[in-house]
């Protein structure tokens, strides 16, 4: 038996440590916290010192009872989880709750997953850091008591099955209140006067006016005044200019460049990052700290030498400019500099090759630039023209990297054939171009962490999981809308002739942009009317800022929550009595056929049209908004359009087709076959034969294109790409196939692959019993009978697993049917019943 236990939170980790240890160590993971706040109840005593209670999940009751006998029998335990607020409390968790005895026990850290961290953290053991400790007991307990306290009030006020939380809510404010800056946006023309050049040596170039229109009147003007001109260079001045290298990376902007370049999620960065640190081939990706220590400023001046010339090097120091940044950590970087790129998972070894960039970057030389700056006159008119250009002379750290940018209407700068003062220009064209003001930019999720960070909002680890949750709660979702078409005027004055053309630009893209759903609207109103401060911006920075000074032992949390608590439970206990309900109800007119007010609000099944009120005589008629229509913007014509569906368009093949608006677009129903409409299609438009054309298609699609043991074989694509049907099994077909020309062998080979793995996925098999154990994804496995499904934690060994075991976690999980219980008279009811009966008589 090793007499050092190491414990870590993740397995992955688990298994590059012990590469590092020898045979006196044993490394074991917690996965994750051994223990939180109890999921059904509040578990905080905010009648008194605001003390959490912590329970064991039934997931890690067996993790726990593994991790207590490995202490026993060690000399030694070593606490190896993470170095920020996270890691210390799992740490505590597991020397609580194991009963470690605190002579035996070390804590070490360590922010690279590397031979020489690991050692150097084995030689330098600490304890418990208590105020890292309760700085996370603080966010946990606070957030607890919040999204607790705030939940049911939005049950009873706005819809059941809502929910509310201190960061989330703010983020969803941040959205929200964007959208409505891009709805009250009106866009303002003006005319922009680009043209292009030439200089005695045939070389184009192209200039601008710098300044613009109002009118085109006003530019048609100018265009004219331009007529047989002569243009020359009025002036020339060249300067030489330096470009700096951006910091390493931190969090956030690893965050917002790899969705920028590598087009990743939040979450899926957070993913892959974790992955390559855990590997051991970058350091901890959770930080807000821009610092390089010297060590690898040192091997980062070593690659850069070696690999681009000593020229290129200069190592340097940067400061972070995020609020509450904590400067003693490390900026994400890799382990070794001299592993220019990796070779395992694709997104892993992209996401490496940005951060090593983006590091040896940052310690190579600037970038020495020329600018060009020409101004060109015209003989006709006093107003100049303008070119601005930049030539490279020496690329520094641009050999590597360029730090990406959000503005999608950034020009860049090219080079400018050489000129001289008063050479004469020859022009090619003269175009005054109509251009609108853009309204504010919709959050992406990496320009949300930017906005996030800068308000001081949320940390390093908590940017992810923020912004996945509020689109679980389908608060906010990722807009698909490619944009509506727009006319613009353009005149060109080319070889003295003026021509006006009419062109058109797409507008308004909201693909891949985050958009509030109504409900999300209707929150965000309701919480910022009644707990303003909850959602004030500057109340949840200063939260964030006493967490940090918890963290450094400059405030005590129990004093914090307590201060926090008397103001906030009295604001909740007051909107839950007397706030009025919440529907985000809008009238939009009246019916003409009955006189009775039209409006829209949120009903139970979500956002809908209602003809009538509760008052009237007769019932109010419902009808529901299509997933592309909000409350805020919806018209009294759209709202009325939809009391025409579902909508009878005639008959074919003996049965009628209807064309209706579902939970997931508009369809075409035909018997029992439903058919989406194409994106963009007004299912009020839809005539008979469009509707034929679509059922045809579909009837296409579904004929069998293959017979497997006498059952047909269909095809069709869906959410995650093509696939083959066959005996109500659904089969993906990989790039290794052509989809759309699957030979009879490759059809056998893909049933007969899925069947096998079906079949191998299947550990136990109790027939009689209707109970079978699978396989299940990330390492899991599923204890089956009937419609009730488990899925067990990764810890759990279900190889010995016993039928009596099965049954037994069959039943913990099936629901309990509840039995109506026959009502027995009481006493005072049959007294009752008899003066009745009495009286009648």
Same mark, same amino acid.
């Given at each position: 038996?090793? #007499? ?5 939170? %993740? ?54 009872k593994? @991790? ?5 029998k ?35 850290? /360590? ?8 050692? #150097? ?10 105020d ?98 002569? $243009? ?7 300067? +030489?200019?330096?470009?700096? +290298? ?22 899926? =960065? ?8 855990e ?17 690898a ?13 000593? #020229?290129? %090097? ?36 992209r ?10 970057? %940052? ?21 100049? $023209? ?7 002379? /020496? ?10 940018t959000?503005?999608e ?23 005054? =171009? ?14 949300l ?37 727009r006319k ?29 759903t ?7 109103? /309701?919480?910022?009317? !009644?707990?303003?401060?909850i ?28 201060? /926090? ?17 919440e ?10 056929? %009955? ?44 709202a ?9 368009? *005639?008959?074919?093949? *003996? ?14 129903? $035909? ?8 994106? *963009?299609?007004?299912? @009020? ?71 096998? #793995? ?5 550990? !136990? ?12 994804r ?7 009978k ?5 899925? @067990? ?7 010995e ?41």
């Amino acid at each position: 038996m090793a #007499k050092n236990l190491v414990i870590v939170e %993740s397995p992955a980790k688990a298994k590059t440590i012990e590469k590092f240890l020898g045979k006196d160590f044993k490394v074991e993971s917690s996965f994750g916290h051994i223990s939180d706040l109890p999921s059904k109840e509040l578990g905080v005593n905010v009648e008194g010192d605001f003390k959490p209670t912590y329970e064991v999940s039934k997931d890690k009751k067996a993790v726990v009872k593994k @991790l207590k006998d490995l202490a026993k029998k060690a000399e030694w335990v070593w606490l190896a989880s993470d170095e920020d607020r996270e890691g210390e409390a799992i740490a505590w968790h597991l020397a609580e709750t194991l009963k470690l005895d605190k002579d035996k026990t070390k804590r070490i850290v /360590f922010h690279e997953i590397t031979k020489a961290a690991i050692q #150097k953290a084995v030689e330098n053991p600490r304890g418990i850091d208590y105020d890292l400790v309760d700085a996370q007991q603080a966010r946990r307990v606070l957030d607890r008591i919040v999204g607790y306290e705030l939940s049911p009030v939005l049950w009873r006020k706005v819809k059941g099955g809502l929910s509310a939380g201190r960061v989330q809510s703010v983020s969803v404010r941040l959205i929200v209140e964007r959208e409505r800056s891009i709805q009250d946006f009106s866009p303002v023309a003006s005319y922009r006067i680009d043209a292009e050049f030439s200089n005695e040596d045939g070389q184009s170039f192209k200039a601008k006016l710098p300044k613009t229109f109002s009118s085109k009147e006003e530019a048609y003007k100018f265009l004219e005044s331009n007529k047989a001109a002569d $243009f020359k260079v009025a002036d020339l001045q060249k300067k +030489p200019a330096k470009k700096s +290298p951006a910091a390493p990376f931190t969090t956030s902007t690893l965050q917002q460049e790899a969705s920028r370049k590598l087009y990743f999620s939040v979450s899926k =960065t957070m993913t892959m990052a974790q992955r390559l640190y855990e590997a051991g081939l970058i350091t901890y990706m959770r930080t807000d700290s821009v610092n390089l220590s010297d060590e690898a400023r040192s091997g980062a001046q070593a690659e850069i030498e070696s690999a681009y010339g000593s #020229k290129y %090097s200069k190592p340097r120091n940067y400061k972070g400019k995020a609020k509450g940044a904590q400067e003693a950590h490390e900026a994400i970087r890799p382990t070794n500099f001299a592993v220019h790129s990796v070779d395992i998972d694709y997104d892993q070894a992209r996401l490496y090759d940005l951060i090593w960039k983006r590091a040896i970057a %940052s310690q190579m030389s600037e970038a020495e630039l020329e600018r060009t700056n020409v101004k060109i006159s015209a003989s006709t008119h006093k107003d100049t $023209f303008t070119a601005n250009g930049e030539v490279i002379t /020496f690329e520094g750290f641009l050999k590597v990297y360029l730090e990406g940018t959000d503005d999608e209407h950034a020009e860049q700068e090219g080079m400018l054939p050489a000129m001289k003062v008063n050479e004469a220009l020859l022009n090619s064209y003269i175009t005054a =171009t109509e251009r609108y003001t853009r309204p504010p930019a919709r959050f992406t999720e990496a320009s949300l962490v930017k906005k996030l960070e800068e308000l001081g909002i949320g940390r390093p680890s908590t940017y992810a999981p923020t912004i996945s949750t509020i689109q679980n709660r389908n608060y906010i979702e990722k807009g698909t809308v490619e944009g509506v078409e727009r006319k613009y005027s353009q005149l060109k004055l080319q070889n003295d002739d003026l021509i006006d053309t009419m062109l058109s630009e797409k507008v308004g893209s909201d693909k891949g942009k985050l958009v509030p759903t109504d409900i999300g609207m209707i929150v965000t109103d /309701f919480l910022v009317n !009644h707990f303003e401060n909850i959602l004030d911006y500057n109340f949840t920075a200063k939260v964030e800022a006493d967490f940090d000074n918890i963290a450094e032992g400059k405030e005590d949390w129990i004093k914090m929550m307590k201060s /926090f608590y008397k103001d906030f439970h009295p604001v909740v206990e007051d909107v839950k009595e007397n706030a009025a309900r919440e529907s985000g109800e809008r009238i939009l007119g009246t019916d003409p056929k %009955s006189g009775k007010q039209v409006s829209v609000r949120l009903g139970k099944f979500g956002p809908m049209v209602q003809i009538g009120t509760v008052d009237d005589e007769d019932k109010p008629q419902f009808a529901s908004l299509s997933p592309d229509q909000q409350l805020n913007t919806i018209t009294y014509e759209e709202a009325m359009d939809l009391f025409q569906l579902p909508k009878n368009i *005639g008959t074919f093949e *003996g049965e009628e087709i209807l064309v209706n608006n579902g939970r997931f677009g508009p369809y075409v129903k $035909f018997g029992d076959t439903f058919v989406s409409l194409p994106k *963009g299609v007004d299912p @009020l438009s839809v005539e008979l034969d469009d509707a034929i054309v679509l059922i045809k298609e579909k009837q296409k699609a579904d004929a069998p294109i293959y017979m497997y043991k006498d059952l047909p074989v269909q095809k069709g694509k869906g959410r995650f790409g093509p696939y083959i049907k066959w005996n109500s099994m659904f089969i993906n077909v990989n790039k290794k196939y052509d989809w759309d020309n699957l030979s009879d062998d490759e059809i056998v080979e893909l049933i007969e692959t899925k069947i096998q #793995k079906e079949i191998d996925k299947v550990i !136990h098999n109790w027939e009689d019993e209707g109970i079978r154990v699978e396989k299940a994804r990330w390492g899991r496995h599923n204890v089956l009978k009937g419609k009730v499904k488990v899925e @067990l934690a990764k810890t759990v060994d279900v190889t010995e697993m016993t039928l009596e075991e099965a049954k037994a976690i069959i039943e913990a999980n099936t629901p309990k049917k509840k039995v109506a219980k026959k009502k027995t008279a009481t006493k005072k009811t049959t007294t009752a019943k008899k003066k009745t009966i009495a009286k009648k008589k």
